[in-house]
């Protein structure tokens, strides 16, 4: 890997772990609740990852370009519901809560290990339960976190149920969950197999 490339790659991995850090504690600063402040930090750590597709197609990280823009697309859309929602479902769903307080969490974990593994491993410096929690919280982790993407593509549904396009697209993607999310777990379990 070339130097220009290399600083980049630990550039990028150091300040996408800082955000979804910076997230995390002004997210348990405010009691676990998304405040404004939180909401931004969400969509700069979040959207961070849009990166991630374009590193995958030049081929400067190992990452599959396929899987890497389902996970990223995934994400992004539950981000965007969290944006539009905020000032409406939010003040009066709990459902949407609960979703934002189990993706903080299991995306929060989730990235804070990966980043660090991804920037240690740019200098060989991966140590191994670092690496045990790469490929071992993804187990509980995974599900987790996509449990509380539905309760948050759930929750306009429960709150004021109609047959319209909001209902035709949580329908679509229930079936891209369906295929997608055992799809990428298996990958993540081969990948496991392979590291550990």
Same mark, same amino acid.
């Given at each position: 890997?070339?130097?220009?490339?290399?600083?980049?790659?630990t550039?990028y991995?150091?300040?996408?772990?800082?955000?979804?850090?910076?997230?995390?504690?002004?997210f348990?600063?405010a009691?676990?609740?998304?405040? !404004? $402040?939180g909401?931004?930090?969400?969509?700069?750590?979040?959207?961070?990852?849009?990166m991630?597709?374009l !590193?995958a197609i030049?081929?400067?990280?190992k990452? $599959?370009?396929?899987?890497?823009?389902?996970?990223?697309?995934?994400?992004?859309l539950?981000?965007v519901?969290i944006?539009?929602?905020?000032?409406?479902?939010?003040?009066?769903?709990?459902?949407?809560?609960?979703?934002?307080l189990?993706?903080?969490?299991?995306w929060?974990?989730?990235?804070?290990v990966?980043?660090?593994?991804?920037?240690?491993?740019?200098f060989d410096?991966? $140590?191994?339960?670092?690496?045990?929690?790469?490929?071992?919280f993804?187990?509980?982790?995974? $599900?987790t976190?996509?449990?509380?993407?539905?309760?948050?593509?759930?929750?306009?549904?429960?709150? !004021?149920?109609?047959?319209g396009?909001?209902?035709a697209?949580a329908?679509?993607?229930?079936?891209?969950?369906?295929?997608?999310?055992?799809?990428?777990?298996?990958?993540m379990?081969?990948?496991?197999?392979a590291r550990?």
């Amino acid at each position: 890997m070339n130097k220009t490339i290399h600083a980049y790659l630990t550039s990028y991995n150091l300040i996408a772990f800082t955000f979804w850090l910076a997230y995390l504690a002004a997210f348990a600063r405010a009691g676990c609740q998304l405040d !404004h $402040p939180g909401l931004v930090l969400l969509n700069i750590a979040q959207g961070l990852a849009i990166m991630e597709i374009l !590193h995958a197609i030049l081929k400067w990280v190992k990452s $599959p370009v396929g899987s890497t823009a389902a996970q990223v697309f995934s994400r992004l859309l539950v981000l965007v519901l969290i944006d539009l929602f905020y000032y409406h479902v939010l003040e009066t769903s709990p459902i949407a809560n609960t979703g934002i307080l189990v993706v903080s969490i299991a995306w929060g974990i989730t990235e804070l290990v990966r980043y660090s593994f991804y920037f240690l491993g740019l200098f060989d410096r991966q $140590p191994k339960a670092l690496l045990w929690m790469r490929y071992t919280f993804f187990i509980v982790l995974y $599900p987790t976190g996509v449990t509380g993407e539905w309760l948050i593509i759930a929750s306009p549904l429960v709150l !004021h149920f109609t047959f319209g396009w909001y209902a035709a697209m949580a329908a679509v993607l229930a079936l891209s969950y369906i295929y997608y999310f055992p799809v990428l777990y298996m990958y993540m379990w081969k990948q496991r197999k392979a590291r550990l």
